[in-house]
């Protein structure tokens, strides 16, 4: 392998990790909102919740690509191929992350709600105070498999351009015809990634723990 | 109106009738036992006055307050939920599952709403706090989480919690039930001791017959959803009216 192949390696999981937390934050930054929404005791609120998640869970990630890239423009809008990656990845796993956070929400026990409110909190004084932190650190083991999910759904986004991982592997590959070598690599490298990804959510998960 | 006044009171869940048309008061600074077979009702006494299961019809009171209704000209509306919380304010709740918050330790778990509902500052609710834990045992334990406590432990906090918010009406849910008699022993003679230092009003449901026994003045009898027998403990237990109370006690005694 030449140095320019290896630096065309490196730059794109370098990229592949940027789509990876660029999208995953874009999906929790609407999980939370969304999952509220949809155990909210206000109809309208759930029924919105309801409305994007069974929108953005079925969208193919693929496709909202092609859409931001190719069919925005002739509405007047031109997205940089790494933004509509981004915002592709990120739309489709905040359905399932909004999912993540509304379980676990409902997974704490009723008798904790119960406490709250014969302390007298207000509803949603109990929803911060108590069933939040007890929910949020049931989250973190899912959380941790919608990033690995999100790592691998950026190789998809590699259609619309964006100089990741998969997209700088098949250059290679088409430049010199050794596919086994190159794909090889390229799940190696994945392979890697995900390791990294997965310790690093053990880490928080023991960071947030309470004994 | 009597102190708390529970008017006409009825609930059915599906085709099970708890209450049945429930009408009785209790009087500021009594301690009453509610005793009768699982199912009678006792339970869902409490958890209304806590606002945590709503009556299908009739009015309960606290003080000439409606609990579930507000008044509106010469009518009674559904309340909204700043009358609730106002009423509700007076009241807490001890439960037979402890229900401590685990993500907070003891203290916190105490301190918690006396600071942010009630608006005590901090250094004052956590004073006040560590008197709590002493008043029940446990001043070692303040920095403790609830999950490294045994059972007997975490409900003797879950006491302390509920009198940090100086309720005038404490409600205990079988606080002992899920303890071993021993552990149980602990957590009785700590509410012995509330009971002696203090005039909050008091309604229990327990099996703890003797405790029932030593604590309240007034022990009621409820069988399917109506309250059958109402008198002091020496009467209630030792020579009670109605068929149906002595067969009741007879098996609860039998149990230990």
């Known amino acids: 392998m030449s140095s320019a192949q290896l630096g065309l390696l490196l730059y794109g999981a370098w990229q592949t990790i940027l789509l990876t937390l660029g999208g995953m934050a874009l999906a929790l930054v609407i999980a939370f909102p969304v999952g509220l929404a949809r155990v909210s005791r206000n109809k309208f609120l759930r029924a919105v919740g309801f409305v994007y998640v069974e929108l953005f869970r079925g969208a193919a990630v693929l496709v909202l690509a092609f859409w931001f890239v190719y069919a925005l423009p002739s509405l007047g809008w031109q997205l940089e191929p790494a933004f509509a990656g981004i915002l592709a990845l990120g739309l489709n796993m905040g359905a399932y992350s909004s999912e993540v956070v509304r379980g676990a929400i409902q997974a704490v026990p009723p008798g904790q709600v119960e406490a709250a409110t014969a302390l007298n909190f207000t509803p949603s004084q109990g929803m911060r105070r108590v069933v939040l932190p007890q929910a949020v650190r049931a989250m973190i083991p899912s959380f941790g498999n919608n990033v690995i999910e999100q790592l691998k759904a950026t190789a998809v986004v590699a259609v619309v351009s964006i100089p990741e991982l998969t997209f700088n592997g098949q250059l290679i590959w088409s430049g010199n015809g050794r596919a086994a070598a190159v794909f090889g690599g390229l799940l190696i490298g994945y392979g890697i990634m995900a390791l990294v990804f997965m310790t690093m959510v053990r880490l928080i998960e023991r960071k947030v723990a309470w004994s | ?256």
Not at chain 2, 139 to 164: E, H, M, N, T, W
Not at chain 2, 201 to 219: G, K, P
């Open chain 2, 1 to 256: 109106m009597s102190f708390i006044d529970f008017h006409q009171v009825s609930k059915r869940f599906g085709d099970n009738v708890v209450l049945d048309d429930l009408s009785f008061g209790v009087a500021n600074g009594e301690r009453v036992t509610l005793i009768g077979p699982s199912g009678s009702g006792k339970t869902t006494i409490l958890r209304m006055l806590m606002t945590l299961t709503k009556p299908d019809s009739g009015t309960i009171a606290i003080d000439d307050e409606y609990l579930w209704h507000e008044r509106r000209g010469d009518e009674l509306v559904p309340a909204g939920e700043a009358h609730t919380r106002k009423v509700r304010s007076r009241v807490t709740m001890v439960f037979q599952q402890f229900n401590l918050f685990p993500n907070m330790k003891v203290l916190r778990n105490i301190t918690e709403a006396p600071v942010h509902v009630l608006g005590t500052p901090k250094d004052e609710a956590e004073a006040r706090a560590r008197d709590l834990l002493e008043m029940v045992g446990l001043q070692s334990k303040a920095d403790f989480y609830p999950s490294q406590l045994s059972g007997g432990q975490q409900q003797r906090v879950a006491i302390a919690r509920a009198l940090a918010v100086e309720p005038d009406i404490l409600l205990l849910d079988e606080v002992t039930s899920a303890l071993d008699p021993e552990i149980a022993a602990e957590v009785l003679d700590v509410l012995r001791d509330v009971a002696k230092t203090s005039d909050v009003t008091m309604l229990l449901v327990t099996h703890a017959m003797r405790f029932a026994r030593d604590v309240s003045n007034r022990v009621l009898m409820f069988n399917e959803g109506k309250i059958i027998e109402d008198a002091p403990p020496e009467q209630m237990f030792n020579e009670p009216q109605h068929e149906r109370t002595r067969g009741f006690l007879r098996s609860v005694l039998e149990e230990v």
